[in-house]
């Protein structure tokens, strides 16, 4: 008999602890970092965002468009980061080859389109020793609806040169090489 009490304690002990239950935190921070990281990196997939107003021609293109400065050319009015310069009518309408209002605004947007090719420059030239470091031009991408003529858009970036920007960068949607 006293066997079985021994063995009634026993069994007593055992089933009267808890089992510590598992903790959680280290998992939730692993899922907040993995949250995190999707999040920053699925809004890169593109460098240039084009507005639900602008349908980009299609092409077959090598590299990607850097941040620059940015230009739209909508049916309705030119948009220079954003900002509406000028009517889309009033420049096809008009006989100038370089309108001035464009001119102007890429010329307020020069400091951006400055610092931004100096930061390239610095960044591809980190493993490169230039006695005479090369100062990389202004560059200007825009982004035109498909529809646009190209009178008109050769108008806009007569202007664009005009004012500076030497680099001139034509948005399209990458498609699949063939082959």
């Not at 007593?12 to 993995?34: C, E, Q, W, Y």
């Amino acid at each position: 008999m006293k066997r079985e009490s021994r063995r009634m304690k026993r069994m007593a002990r055992r089933h009267g602890k808890k089992t510590p239950g598992m903790n959680l935190t280290s998992l939730m921070d692993v899922f907040t970092i993995l949250v995190f990281f999707l999040l920053t990196n699925t809004s890169s997939n593109e460098a240039l965002e084009p507005p639900k107003v602008i349908t980009l021609p299609d092409s077959v293109v090598e590299t990607k468009p850097r941040e620059t400065v940015t230009l739209m050319v909508t049916d309705k009015e030119i948009l220079v980061e954003s900002k509406s310069v000028v009517a889309t009518a009033d420049v096809i309408d008009s006989e100038e080859i370089v309108i001035e209002a464009i001119k102007e605004a890429m010329i307020a947007q020069m400091d951006k389109a400055i610092s931004v090719a100096r930061a390239d420059h610095d960044a591809t030239a980190e493993g490169e020793t230039e006695e005479d470091p090369q100062e990389e031009p202004p560059e200007v991408n825009i982004l035109a609806d498909r529809t646009i003529p190209f009178s008109l858009l050769k108008k806009v970036m007569s202007s664009c040169t005009d004012a500076g920007y030497t680099k001139v960068s034509l948005a399209v949607i990458q498609k699949a090489a063939q082959g």
